[in-house]
């Protein structure tokens, strides 16, 4: 019982660090444990997606609560931006939740997704076809060329990452093997896309033709920070749960140390890439400021989802 209240006050106080050391200044207090309001932005979704073909499938969507989860992220990732943009953000997080999914029930879908495009053959489930035949066309809309097509070879590169992970369940990391942890967490974390989304402005009047010289430079430290929020404020959840083959085990496997040691060394990564994006964009703040509101959105995304399970951790549920 006193190692757990041990280990439980040292994970308070790494992710209490954390959250003040990459929001400027956040608390763990009622503020951060308090969902932002998702109505506007989960009527404006439900709208478009009964113009769409999913307007028969919108069940497929409420499993475990998906439809909700992808609205909270939108709102907390990009809560400067029109609320045109965060429906994209949203249908862009549906279709993650749906494909992490479809590895259980029908991995073959993402399996041969790539083939069946390339032949023109059916996609074998109804949201696939939905977000390859009207969600990415869509991409090319808002964005300049280059940042739609990395944001498309994002969420196949979640898929691969995905399903990597279905494949090698269980396996240990060898130490001969450093770099696989973080190549492995790059294609999970689906930061790869969100790292784009969060820091291009969609009221630059540059971006139909250009504006990437200016926050390219910083995206794989964004990519780093994105993953890092998640694997911290998601780490006494999956403790609870005893999952192991995480980001977090697997670092503390490959530098031979015990798992809270792991974490704390993962958040001060996570502090340190923070600061580097901020230094990095100092000359475009705009983007800068992108990047500032996008810290404390998707700090805050993490402790007040119930999912989370971080009320209890702090005595607040």
């Given at each position: 019982m006193a190692e757990n209240q041990k280990s439980a006050a040292i994970i308070r106080d790494t992710l209490s660090n954390f959250v003040d050391r990459t929001t400027d200044g956040g608390k763990m207090d009622k503020n951060a444990f308090t969902p932002t309001p998702i109505t506007e932005l989960y009527e404006a979704v439900m709208i478009d997606l009964k113009s769409s073909s999913l307007r028969d499938h919108i069940e497929l969507l409420n499993y475990k609560d998906h439809l909700d989860m992808s609205c909270y992220a939108a709102v907390d990732f990009c809560p400067t931006h029109p609320l045109e943009y965060q429906v994209m953000v949203a249908h862009l997080t549906i279709f993650f939740f749906h494909a992490d999914d479809l590895l259980d029930t029908k991995p073959d879908a993402l399996r041969y997704l790539q083939l069946n495009i390339c032949t023109g053959q059916p996609l074998?489930?109804?949201?696939?076809?939905?977000?390859?035949?009207?969600?990415?066309?869509?991409?090319?809309?808002?964005?300049?060329?280059?940042?739609?097509?990395?944001?498309?070879?994002?969420?196949?590169?979640?898929?691969?990452?995905?399903?990597?992970?279905?494949?090698?369940?269980?396996?240990?990391?060898?130490?001969?093997?450093?770099?696989?942890?973080?190549?492995?967490?790059?294609?999970?974390?689906?930061?790869?896309?969100?790292?784009?989304?969060?820091?291009?402005?969609?009221?630059?009047?540059?971006?139909?033709?250009?504006?990437?010289?200016?926050?390219?430079?910083?995206?794989?430290?964004?990519?780093?920070?994105?993953?890092?929020?998640?694997?911290?404020?998601?780490?006494?959840?999956?403790?609870?749960?005893?999952?192991?083959?995480?980001?977090?085990?697997?670092?503390?496997?490959?530098?031979?140390?015990?798992?809270?040691t792991a974490l704390q060394k993962?958040?001060?990564?996570?502090?340190?890439?923070?600061?580097?994006?901020?230094?990095?964009?100092?000359?475009?703040?705009?983007?800068?400021n992108n990047f500032s509101v996008f810290a404390k959105g998707i700090v805050h995304f993490h402790t007040a989802i119930p999912r989370y399970r971080l009320q209890s951790l702090y005595g607040m549920a």
């Open positions: 074998g489930d109804p949201v696939l076809e939905w977000y390859v035949h009207e969600i990415m066309p869509r991409l090319w809309k808002i964005f300049h060329p280059t940042v739609a097509s990395m944001i498309v070879t994002a969420c196949y590169d979640f898929i691969n990452g995905v399903g990597i992970e279905g494949l090698t369940v269980g396996r240990q990391v060898k130490p001969q093997a450093p770099k696989y942890p973080d190549w492995l967490r790059f294609k999970t974390g689906l930061s790869p896309m969100y790292g784009l989304l969060v820091v291009v402005c969609a009221t630059d009047p540059q971006l139909p033709t250009g504006g990437i010289e200016k926050y390219v430079h910083v995206i794989p430290d964004v990519i780093v920070f994105t993953n890092i929020v998640n694997d911290v404020l998601s780490f006494y959840k999956e403790m609870l749960a005893e999952e192991t083959g995480n980001y977090i085990d697997q670092r503390a496997q490959r530098e031979q140390c015990d798992i809270l993962v958040a001060n990564e996570g502090i340190a890439a923070g600061e580097r994006v901020l230094a990095g964009l100092a000359n475009a703040p705009e983007y800068r």
